[in-house]
């Protein structure tokens, strides 16, 4: 694997993530693809059905501070996902003895788990968006 190490922690760990899911994508199953590929289904598979349950939660809601927190669990789902395929991929680095792979992916599991600009100190709603006032 080429070293990502000069760029920043979420564009290496999307370039981490990216290439299995590129081959997911293209149609490949676990039985194409083995157990590697079968953790990733799975990881998909979960996030695509909580995905579901909150749109169909954010397309009944009326009120803006519950579509807001529809938004940002929808926001946490995808983030989660991300650390899950990151963690199976570095797991898997592991037991190919690439562990210098392993530790730039968890290096960058730790950077998306740190607070900062969006996300713990999102503002307030503004007035227009707040609950009874539309």
Do not use: N, Y
């Not at 900062?116 to 009874?132: C, F, I, N, T, V």
């Amino acid at each position: 694997m080429k070293s990502l190490s000069g760029l920043p922690p979420r564009t290496r760990a999307a370039a981490l993530v990216l290439s299995p899911l590129l081959l997911w994508a293209s149609g490949h199953t676990a039985e194409t693809q083995g157990p590697l590929a079968a953790r990733f289904e799975a990881v998909l598979a979960g996030e695509q059905a909580r995905l579901a349950a909150l749109t169909v939660r954010f397309e009944a809601t009326t009120d803006p501070a519950e579509a807001l927190a529809v938004q940002r669990g929808i926001e946490e789902v995808k983030r989660e996902a991300e650390i899950s395929l990151l963690r199976i991929q570095a797991k898997h680095a592991r037991v190919l003895g690439r562990v210098d792979a392993a530790l730039e992916i968890e290096a960058a599991i730790e950077a998306m788990r740190r607070p900062g600009p969006g996300r713990g100190d999102r503002p307030a709603l503004p007035p227009s968006l707040r609950a009874g006032e539309r």
